[in-house]
């Protein structure tokens, strides 16, 4: 599908994991797919003398998750400057049997402030199917721009895209949230519901452990 940076743009990408001198290491268990992170534009000199601006990725916690690729980076970092808003979520974990690291894959979304009402609404929606296990096509044609904006559940009718074959020695780890971190997502969003399910799970595993030990050592 062709897009322009007209009103909106986005791609998938796996986030690199250095950048000059810094390096990001990934708990990959600690990673939600489909959670939205924080994306900060980067301006600094490298060791040349250079001026260089960067794309980093941080996780909630605050915590380097990676980079943009540089493809992409002057891009995204281009529109951010001048003033589209930019957004990102994990669209996937993976692992490298090498190195024994994690890596994460990224849904990147940028678009015109004056087109977030629909466009905003769109991005929600497809970061909702990541966090499903879906793999939406976010990459929008200006026909489908037009579509998205006039029906803000557009997301749902967009068709799921293939991930892309890894290279040798590098696998998926986690493609879809668990039911564990959805709770705990639900509940740091203050949902009342939600929270009483999350305590309620907890409370559930630490009975279940507690009659494990008492069936097991005391009994």
């Known amino acids: 599908m062709v897009q322009t940076d007209s009103r909106y743009f986005a791609t998938y990408c796996r986030l690199d994991a250095d950048s000059e001198d810094i390096h990001a290491t990934v708990n990959g268990d600690a990673v939600s797919v489909g959670l939205e992170v924080t994306l900060k534009r980067e301006e600094y000199v490298n ?79 497809c970061m909702k199917r990541l966090a499903a296990g879906e793999r939406p096509d976010i990459r929008l044609s200006d026909k489908l721009i037009d579509a998205a904006l006039e029906n803000k559940k557009f997301y749902k009718e967009v068709r799921n895209t293939t991930s892309p074959k890894q290279p040798k020695g590098d696998a998926y780890y986690k493609r879809k949230r668990t039911t564990t971190e959805s709770l705990i997502v639900s509940g740091s969003e203050k949902k009342p519901g939600c929270i009483v399910g999350t305590v309620l799970f907890y409370v559930a595993v630490v009975a279940i452990i507690a009659a494990i030990v008492y069936f097991v050592f005391i009994r």
């Not at 909630?60 to 589209?84: C, I, Q, T």
């Open 47 to 125: 060791e040349r003398g250079k001026d260089v601006v960067r794309c980093a990725v941080y996780s909630p916690r605050d915590e380097l998750m990676g980079f943009l690729p540089a493809n992409f980076a002057r891009r995204v970092a281009d529109l951010m400057e001048a003033g589209w808003t930019a957004r990102v979520c994990a669209a996937a974990v993976g692992f490298h049997e090498a190195t024994r690291t994690f890596w994460v894959e990224a849904a990147v979304f940028a678009y015109e402030a004056e087109y977030a009402d629909g466009l905003g609404a769109f991005t929600t929606g």
